[in-house]
């Protein structure tokens, strides 16, 4: 790959790369913290692709038994991968590279998982509203949080003293790790159901059932700007790398919108159907995206 153009005008000369068919559905996609490695789970595979070197071979690795809900690299380690999963697997397993170094029991159908920005802790949600957090040197449970409502996705602020989480309609801000309440933001009466910052902590994303996806300004908390570009409930929103471009995924396309306005700049029509899951690259205007194909797309991929 090239560095990418970074102007709407360019959208025209990125392209389409198709990585690999897989046997099932895959729900998620991240890129590690150089790049260099591409992970998608689903159900219940996990396989890592090395977009730069081979784009039609993966790396199987073996642990799961049910669906691959999240994957997640490690913020501080390139080669440090966690992966949750829900149904008859209910864990947390670590990965480095693609071994298998140990496995955490959560006891529930998890759907979601951050790291915070240090490395050393993974807070993990399920479908029962229940967050765990898991301290990563040591390897276990050191705190379980039942909610009162439904609860889904969570993003630590930059320095990681901030806990953000969508709880029902709103977004619920704590203190981490004392978990005590700092603030909550309103923002539709519809469930939020998913979050990111962007790199410069400047601004909140969330979207959720709404099909809209919405800017909030994390100083005051007011709506910068929010945009429906989508006919269903979004499936996930998130900022390029330099926080110039979002993009979010709905069933039939995912749309690229641009910051701080969230005018629709872009549209990528699913040649599959539904996609569950969507990441950028860390530091190129490359995204990938899965459905039963994993694919790129960007400026000379």
């Known amino acids: 790959m090239v560095n990418a153009p970074t102007t709407s005008e360019d959208f025209s000369r990125f392209s389409l790369r198709r990585l690999g068919v897989t046997r099932e559905r895959v729900r998620t996609v991240a890129w590690n913290l150089d790049g260099r490695r591409l992970a998608a789970g689903g159900s219940p595979s996990l396989r890592i692709f090395l977009p730069d070197k081979d784009t039609r071979t993966s790396t199987e690795c073996r642990g799961h ?108 801000i704590s203190a981490f790790p004392s978990n ?60 390029n790398h330099d926080g110039s471009l979002v993009a979010s995924i709905a069933t039939g396309d995912v749309v690229i919108s641009s910051v701080p306005g969230l005018k629709k700049e872009h549209s990528i029509p699913f040649a599959d159907g539904a996609s569950q899951d969507l990441a950028w690259h860390p530091s190129r205007n490359v995204l990938a995206y899965a459905g039963n194909e994993v694919c790129i797309w960007g400026y000379g991929v």
């Open 180 to 239: 005590e309440l700092v603030y909550t933001v309103p923002m539709t009466s519809m469930p939020v159901g998913m979050l990111d910052l962007d790199p410069r902590g400047r601004y909140l994303l969330a979207g959720g059932n709404d099909a809209t996806v919405s800017l909030w300004e994390t100083e005051e908390w007011t709506c910068a700007a929010s945009a429906g570009h989508h006919d269903g409930p979004l499936l996930t929103c998130r900022f």
């Open 65 to 172: 038994t049910g669906e691959v809900s999240c994957v997640r690299w490690s913020p501080v380690h390139p080669e440090r991968l966690a992966s949750v999963s829900s149904g008859d697997d209910k864990a947390l397993h670590f990965w480095f590279g693609s071994k298998p170094t140990s496995t955490i029991e959560t006891y529930g159908n998890n759907i979601h998982m951050n790291w915070s920005p240090d490395g050393k802790t993974i807070v993990v949600g399920t479908t029962k509203d229940r967050l765990m957090w898991v301290d990563v040197e040591e390897q276990r449970v050191v705190n379980r949080i039942d909610m009162d409502k439904e609860t889904n996705d969570t993003q630590f602020s930059h320095n990681g003293s901030l806990l953000y989480t969508g709880v029902e309609g709103s977004v619920r």
